[in-house]
Structures are given as structure tokens and as C-alpha cells.
């Protein structure tokens, strides 16, 4: 039986990546990855020259069965994301679940992810959290966000530049013009940034200041 490693790599900056992910990667006989073009950079800068074979989101559903069954013959697969830790708001449940279905060792180094840091800096409560990852495009939006505005664990949202102002909108009228909030943006890299203040005021800074980059979003719980 074979096994299925799941291996966080850098959200930005490459120094981020542990000497037990660059072994495992080395080790196993396939990596999985979300974009080849992008994980072959990363395996080129690191000298990994196991095989790469694309598995994302349109088409992990047709592959796990046929990945499964490579495991129980007695590969050992390592699936890894763009960036950060798989499944986290990025392919790898199904599969991880179809392992776990099947009897196959799953194994789950730790690493780089966007959220522990942005919520760890926020200065916003840490000790009970929820994580909402991306709010739904359009159906159902508004009824989540009903639902969260009376949550009164801290919220860990992912959000993308172009959509970071309706947000920041949506949370000033859902939940208040005055609850605290603090953004993130860019983790690791050289222009990373965290905006903190009230939903009005970082609402106020990216309109004034157009957003760029990947955001991470922490709103203080209600009182």
C-alpha cells in the first residue's frame, strides 16, 4: 500500500518551505500539483525532479479512482497547492477523503498557510475563530453573511483584489459600521501590508487606495 502526503509550500517567500517538505517531495513517487507551470518553478529553484502531473479543481474529480488505485499498487503521491497548505480553500479533500475511504495512509506536513499569520497579527481575539475562506460569488451570499453577523467568534476570511471593496461594504452594512477589522495583503512577500481599524475606516483605505494582491480578511466577533 502506498501512501498520500500532503505538503504545504511557500505563500510568497520561498525561504518558508521546510527541509521535511523539499525530502518528502524528493522522495515520493508523483507530485500532485494545481499548476504545473507554477510548482515546476518552485521544484526547479528547490532541484526536484520527481514527475508532475496536473490536479485542480475541474479535473480532480475524473482522477481520484485512478490516483487511489496508483497508491494501493504502492506509489507514494505528494499533493501540493499553488501556494500554502492543500485543501485549504484549494483542491485535496476528495482525494484526502477517497484515502482515507480506502484504508491509505494520509500524511499532512506543516507548513506555510495565509490565514494563521493574518489572524495571529490581526490583535483581534485568536483563541476561538471561524474560517469562512471565500464568501459565495452571488447565491447565497447575503444569507451567510446574515448568519455571520451575530457570530461572536473572531471571522477568517480569503478574498481577491477585485472583489475586496464590495466585501468590505457588505461587512460595514451586515455587520456595522464600527466592528474592528484587520487586512492583510501580500503575506511574506516584500510588500506585505495589514490594514487594521474599523470596517468604515479600512473600507475608507482601499477605496482611497486601489487593492492589489491576495487579501486575508479578520473581523472582530459581535459583542
Do not use: W
Not at 487511489?68 to 484549494?90: E, W
Not at 469562512?132 to 452571488?138: A, H, N, Q, S
Not at 480569503?158 to 464600527?178: A, I, N
Amino acid at each position: 500500500m502506498g501512501k498520500l502526503f500532503l505538503v504545504p509550500t511557500p505563500i510568497g517567500n520561498l525561504e518558508d518551505i521546510t527541509l521535511r517538505a523539499i525530502k518528502v517531495l524528493k522522495g515520493v513517487d508523483l507530485i500532485l500539483a494545481e499548476d504545473t507551470r507554477t510548482s515546476g518553478k518552485l521544484l526547479k529553484h528547490f532541484e526536484i525532479e520527481t514527475p508532475l502531473q496536473s490536479h485542480h479543481m475541474h479535473n480532480e474529480h475524473k482522477m481520484v479512482e485512478r490516483l487511489v488505485q496508483k497508491m494501493k499498487n504502492g506509489s507514494a503521491l505528494a499533493l501540493i497547492s499553488d501556494a500554502g497548505t492543500p485543501a485549504i480553500s484549494d483542491p485535496g479533500f476528495l482525494l484526502t477523503r477517497a484515502c482515507v475511504e480506502n484504508g491509505i495512509e494520509v500524511e499532512c506536513l506543516p507548513g506555510a498557510t495565509a490565514f494563521v499569520p493574518a489572524l495571529v497579527n490581526s490583535g483581534l481575539p485568536n483563541d476561538r475563530f471561524v474560517f469562512e475562506g471565500f464568501l459565495p460569488i452571488k447565491k447565497g451570499r447575503q444569507t451567510r453573511l446574515q448568519l455571520l453577523a451575530d457570530e461572536a467568534r473572531t471571522l477568517v476570511f480569503y478574498e481577491s483584489p477585485h472583489k475586496l471593496l464590495k466585501t468590505l461594504t457588505q461587512f460595514v452594512e451586515y455587520f456595522g459600521p464600527d466592528r474592528k477589522v484587520s487586512v492583510s495583503r501580500e503575506l511574506t512577500k516584500m510588500y506585505e501590508e495589514t490594514i487594521r481599524g474599523t470596517t468604515t475606516e479600512v473600507l475608507q483605505h482601499f477605496t482611497d487606495k486601489p487593492p492589489k494582491g491576495e487579501f486575508v480578511i479578520v473581523v472582530d466577533g459581535k459583542k
